[in-house]
């Protein structure tokens, strides 16, 4: 079982659409929490870290689950430009930021 | 420079071959990661440098691969032997602090795309 688990999609929606990607962990030492973006043949970007009480930032929701090992993000009013690879990613708890990542979830926004 | 640069940006090389990637990270840096990304997969962790010392080399998948950093700044990842398994985009990453003090944003270069024939 990998450390970090994701649907890899696609997920198909069109503009406008509120769309969720779901995360699990398995490894309850984990630390801090992260989605990333990755555009096709791009690196990968942090899009937002993943606080305890849930974070919020413009159309983007992240919320983490710690007793149930999972994390998700929220996408409101979907954007062409919300098209790309979301990465979930959990920071072991060592002395450094060694973290792990999914294996992405893929989503596409059609006009 | 602004970003973390890596060279070359791809690399087409022969089962056997010898082959090294280089990471330039932001200026001041001393956290330096390696990563690899293969296809459809998320980044797998490689190798952490704190300053000229690779203070993880867990990820590191056998003894083919190698990764200096002598001065603190570039870092060279080594393959020796290639395989067509090594095929990957080799991603780099730096951040300004190694250990956790706060969210430390890791920041990648574009990858270094390595094809074994």
């Known amino acids: 079982r990998k450390e970090v688990e994701q649907d890899p999609g696609p997920f198909n929606v069109p503009e406008g659409a509120t769309v969720a990607f779901n995360c699990t962990y398995s490894n309850s030492a984990s630390q801090s929490f992260f989605w990333y973006r990755q555009d096709c043949r791009k690196e990968p970007k942090l899009l937002m870290s993943v606080y305890s009480s849930g974070n919020e930032d413009g159309r983007f929701t992240a919320q983490l689950n710690r007793a149930s090992q999972y994390i998700s993000l929220l996408i409101r009013d979907s954007k062409l430009s919300d098209s790309a690879t979301y990465l979930c990613v959990v920071k072991r708890n060592t002395g450094f930021q060694k973290l792990v990542f999914g294996t992405g979830t893929r989503l596409l926004v059609s006009p | 420079g602004a970003g973390v640069s890596q060279t070359p940006s791809n690399k087409v090389t022969e089962k056997g071959k010898y082959v090294e990637l280089r990471c330039d990270p932001i200026?001041?840096?001393?956290?330096l990661y390696w990563y690899r990304q293969s296809l459809g997969q998320g980044p797998e962790f490689l190798i952490y440098f704190q300053g000229t010392g690779a203070a993880d080399d867990s990820g590191l998948p056998n003894d083919r691969f190698f990764a200096v950093r002598p001065e603190g700044s570039v870092s060279t990842l080594k393959i020796q032997r290639t395989e067509r398994g090594d095929s990957a985009v080799y991603l780099c990453a730096s951040s300004s602090k190694g250990q956790d003090s706060g969210a430390n944003v890791l920041t990648f270069g574009a990858g270094s795309r390595l094809t074994v024939l």
């Open positions: 200026s001041g840096h001393t956290a």
